[in-house]
T-cell receptor
């Protein structure tokens, strides 16, 4: 089954404790991205990756890091989480950037930073 | 900064009515336009894409695009309570930009 998986689905952590949210897709997609979704602010792109070892900042990259060492995986790293990073996070993938109509979203990770 | 604007709603319609959702965008170079449906707490799901001016129909859904007016809309005919969700407009320029979404409530 074609899918994007994220782990964990729910996470409660404390300020400053480094964490990683994993994202994996099994469709051999080149393009992957991370979004955060907050009430009243909609979906905002954090980082995206056009292919392996190619990443770039989205609209709200501050406080986040990503890496793309393998085509299928695109982890999101919060080196020192803060309460303002409490949000619902989605990973998404598509064949290429130009084929956004085939964009698949993961199930989401609800992060709470206290 | 590229912007995609939607009325936040909620838009309330009775079952069986036509729901009309609207979206405007700022980037004149945008080429592709999408509508996603998102149920509360769930991930967005693509329901329509449109690339050229005019109408595109798929079942009960019709997407309309007017590039000159920088306007895209989604019509849902014979609205059902199961259509109650937030509808996100997304516009592809150099990247994919989402609007904040319009909440649709369909009452039985």
């Amino acid at each position: 089954e074609a899918q994007v998986t994220q782990n964990p689905r729910y996470l409660i952590t404390v300020t400053g404790k480094k964490l990683t949210v994993t994202c994996s897709q099994n469709m051999n997609h080149e393009y992957m991205s991370w979004y955060r979704q907050d009430p009243g602010l909609g979906l905002r792109q954090i980082y995206y990756s056009m292919n392996v070892e190619v990443t770039d900042k989205g609209d709200v990259p501050e406080g986040y890091k990503v890496s793309r060492k393998e085509k299928r995986n695109f982890p999101l790293i919060l080196e020192s989480p803060s309460p303002n990073q409490t949000s619902l996070y989605f990973c998404a993938s598509s064949k290429t950037l130009l084929s956004a109509y085939e964009q698949y979203f993961g199930p989401g990770t609800r992060l709470t930073v206290t | 900064q590229k912007e995609v604007e939607q009325n936040s709603g909620p838009l309330s319609v009775p079952e069986g009515a036509i729901a009309s959702l609207n979206c405007t965008y700022s980037d004149r170079g945008s080429q592709s336009f999408f509508w996603y449906r998102q149920y509360s707490g769930k991930s967005p799901e693509l329901i329509m894409s449109i690339y050229s001016n005019g109408d595109k129909e798929d079942g009960r859904f019709t997407a309309q695009l007017n590039k000159a007016s920088q306007y895209v809309s989604l019509l849902i005919r014979d609205s059902q309570p199961s259509d109650s969700a937030t509808y996100l407009c997304a516009v592809m320029g150099s990247t994919l930009t989402f609007g904040k979404g319009t909440m649709l409530l369909v009452s039985p």
